[in-house]
Every structure is written in C-alpha cells, then in structure tokens.
C-alpha cells in the first residue's frame, strides 16, 4: 500500500524539475495530485507524464486570483487537501548595486507574498493532521554572489513554518520547508558547462542531485513517517550546506 | 520489498527505547541487524521482541575493548556493515556550579569519545555507500538548565558528520544526525518527574510526547536510500519544539 493512499495533495509550481517529479512520486503512492503551471502548455506535458489521479490548473502563484481559481477548482473536485506542496518561485541573479524594484518586487511576490497566501487560502480545506510544504533553497544559509534578494525570499520562508506551525498546532497540521541544493533539473542544464561544475564540486560526492531525491525527501515530508517533524529547514543538498 | 533488503545494520545502545524501535523496524524492512547494550538481561529482551535477523552483543560503547568485540562478531557473522547507528548514550543533569569531573568524563566517554571510537572501529567493515547515524539531541540547540554537559556533548557530534562526511566522501559514505526531542523512552520515564514531563510537553506544539516508533521511521529515512542526496543534516524529530 502506498505511503499516501487516498491523500490528496496540491503541488504549485508542478508542471517541471523537482515539483513535478514530486508530483509523480506522490501519485504512485496512492495520492490525487493538482499541479499548478503558468504555461498551459507545460502543464498539460506535465499531466500527461504523470498520467492519472491529477488535475492541472493553470495559473500563477503570485497572483491572489488564479489561487482563488485553483483552490474552488480542489474544493468542487475533492473538497479537501492533505498536503500543501508551496512549490512555485524562481531564482533570479542581481548583485547589489544592480538590484532594481522590478526584481525584489517579483522575487518577493511570487516566493514570499505568493507562498503566504498559497498556504493561507488552501487552509480551510486541509484537513486536521495535514502537511504543508514549502521550497527553501540551501542559498537561504549560503552567501552567493548576486542572489541576495532570492536567499532572503526562501529565509523568509523558514520563519513562515516556524509562527504557522504554532498557529496551526490545534488543528496538528505540520509545516516543513524542504531546502534543495544543486539539482539537476531542466534549469540548472541550461546553466554554462563552468558553472555546472562549480557547482558539483561544491557538492561533497561531486555529483549534483537528482530530482527523484528530491521528490523521496519530500514523500517523507509529506507522509506519516515524519509525524513528529515539524518546523525543519531540511537541506536535501548531499552534505553541501554542512561542510 | 523492504527498505533495508540485505542490509546489515549495526545499532548501539539499541536494547531499549528509540533504538530498540528502529531495529524492529529495520528487520521489518529486510535488514539483518547487531544490537548492543550493558546489559544481557536486557539485551536477550531485546532479541526477543526484535524475534528474527538480529544478534545481540553485551558491551559498553564508551569501552573500547568492547568495541573491537563487537566489529570482530560483525566481521566473523556478516563481514561488512551498511549502516551504523551510533545511538548510546546518557543524560544526566547538574547545573554549573555542580559539575563534578566525574559528571563530565563519564558524558563525555560515552556520548563523544565512544561514538568516535564506534565509527572509526566500524570503518574498515563499511561498504561503498553505507549511512551513518548518530543520536544527537534538541538540548544542544536549546539551553535546558542542567544539561549543559550533555548537549554540548551531543553537538560535539555535528561537527563529527561534518568533518566525516568529507573525509569519506570517496567512498560515498553519507552521516547524518537524527536530533530526538521529548520523546517517551523507558529512559525518559525513568529520569522524568511528573512535574518535568509535563514542561516538556507543554513545549511541544502538539502537547504529546514523541513515540520511539516515530523516531524509528526517520531512522530509517535516513538509512535508506531515500535519502541518498540528505547527508550531514542534524534531523530534528521533535514535534517542532527547537523551531519555535
């Protein structure tokens, strides 16, 4: 029997990299998936490869409407949530000096003010006992050159788990952030061959992450066996952020 | 198919509490695994319960010679170990102001220089791509009157994954350390007045202890290869109680 069988999760940000490898991952342990996207395109990709028990809804984390969308559409359909996978944000790079209102305006209202009222309007369908998620980033206890304005956004994040598990604690919803390192994913190839392998050697085994490790660490997250983890920043980073 | 299918898992102190749970549930997922403990009373108790794939070792962690015992069974019945969960341990308190050296050097034997000593002498058995645990403690992020010997103690053993990890990364040797909180343990039971325990719980957002079964099932996330890409964590199991 699977480890989510007959939860259901919305996953946002689900249509590539790590989210939607989550989102298969979450599936094949017997849950009903809704995945988010901005690009129809990507999503209906997206809900062709994970193939059954999913929903995508189109829309953009950043803005309150569509989640007002997407939280009818999971209500009409399922009418409750069990885990609250807050997924959607980008990293983009300005050093300081360079950063302009533009950039902190909308690193700061997909990641943060995005996230915040993800998770405050899919509230009144989680179920008692349910997990929320979130995506930190290991930048957020790092220091890298131009991603100032990104590391704060996912550190903020971790604030965020720590008052709303002491918010939520009634109603026992767990509220974790998952913290991915250098992951091989779609975005990260696109990076030129000198950074890629700046940042494997940055990773103690020299090899960076697959998002099928990333989806594992969050199925933990998300189910039962993490009934007493609460409150985690959790570096998925193969030992990068420790050393 | 379990987890754990084919492993050999090696627990210390694993004759009672979060250990002896994780061990259950070890064998459950196809491991086959050496416990320890002080002792043999205890430790035919804890064979018992586990019932299957498990051999008890009588020793004391903080004893090196009891150490070289255990690894020389290890070798002779299985050869190779794949995951290490260094897991003895003690906490006692005394505020400053009290600490004797004996208060001390008996922490510190067990609790740094025994789980040193453990991993070193568990080494040169380890596969390619074993996991190491050590039991760690919330105390060290937190500053319980009384227990100041203890948690630092236990984060003298952050610093052993993180300088570990490192040096063993070549042979793809991941360690971690799983960080419990309250959690209702014979041990705790045992060292708790009323009074103490219900603190403890009025610490934890949910207001109920930790169960061993719910330290075991991180214990073997980070076993497993479920956490292949997690490596040098301090996992903290305590109902979010370090976090707020």
Do not use: C
Request: charged share 25%; aromatic share 8%.
């Amino acid at each position: 029997m699977g480890k989510l069988e007959g939860k259901v999760a919305v996953i946002t940000g689900g249509s590539s990299g790590l989210a939607l490898e989550t989102a298969k991952r979450f599936v094949a342990e017997g849950a009903y998936v809704f995945i988010t996207g901005r690009r129809q395109e990507a999503l209906d990709e997206a809900v062709k490869q994970i193939g059954r028990n999913v929903t995508g809804v189109r829309g953009d984390a950043s803005n309150l409407d569509d989640l007002d969308r997407l939280f009818d559409t999971v209500k009409g359909e399922k009418g409750r949530i069990d885990v609250l996978f807050a997924s959607a944000g980008k990293g983009e790079a300005a050093v300081l000096g360079e950063i302009t209102e533009e950039h902190f305006d909308k690193e700061f209202g997909l990641i943060v003010r995005g996230t915040l009222f993800t998770a405050q309007k899919a509230l009144p369908l989680i179920n008692d006992g349910g997990s929320i998620i979130m995506t930190g980033s290991v930048a957020s206890v790092k220091g890298f050159p131009g991603f100032g304005v990104y590391a704060a956004s996912k550190a903020a994040l971790r604030s965020f788990a720590r008052t709303w598990l002491n918010e939520l604690k009634g109603r026992n919803i767990r509220v974790n952030v998952l913290s991915p390192g250098q992951v091989d994913t779609p975005d990260s190839q696109r990076l030129d061959e000198a950074t890629r392998k700046m940042f494997e050697a940055l990773v103690p085994r020299g090899k960076m992450g697959r998002p099928e490790e990333i989806a594992a660490a969050a199925l933990f997250l998300a189910s039962d066996e993490a009934s007493y983890v609460n409150g985690l920043d959790f570096a998925v980073d193969g030992g990068f952020s420790a050393i | 198919m379990g987890k754990l299918e084919g492993k050999v898992a090696v627990i210390t102190g694993g004759t009672s509490g979060m250990a002896l749970a994780s061990a259950k549930l070890f064998v459950e997922e196809g491991a086959y695994v050496f416990v320890t403990g002080r002792k043999q009373e205890q430790i035919d108790e804890a064979v018992k319960l586990i019932g299957r794939n498990v051999t008890g070792v009588q020793g004391d962690a903080a004893n090196l010679e009891d150490l070289d015992r255990l690894f020389e069974i290890v070798k002779r019945e299985k050869g190779r170990i794949d995951i290490l969960f260094a897991s003895a341990g003690i906490g006692e308190a005394l505020p400053l102001g009290q600490i004797t050296e004996q208060h001390f050097d008996k922490t510190f034997n067990l609790n740094v220089r025994g789980t040193l000593f453990t991993v070193q002498k568990a080494l040169p058995l380890f596969n390619e791509g074993g996991s190491i645990l050590m039991t760690g403690s919330n105390a060290a992020a937190k500053g319980f009157p009384g227990f100041g010997v203890y948690a630092a103690s236990k984060l003298a053993l952050r610093s052993f994954a993180r300088t570990w990890l490192n040096e063993l990364k070549e042979r793809k040797i991941r360690v971690n350390l799983l960080v419990p909180g309250a959690i209702a343990t014979p041990m705790q039971e045992s060292v708790l007045t009323p009074e103490a325990r219900q603190y403890f719980e009025s610490l934890i957002p949910r207001g109920t202890m930790g169960q061993s079964e719910e330290v075991a099932t991180v214990a073997l996330f980070l076993a497993s290869n479920d956490s292949s890409f997690v490596n040098g964590q301090e996992l903290f199991v305590d109902g979010g109680m370090t976090a707020i």
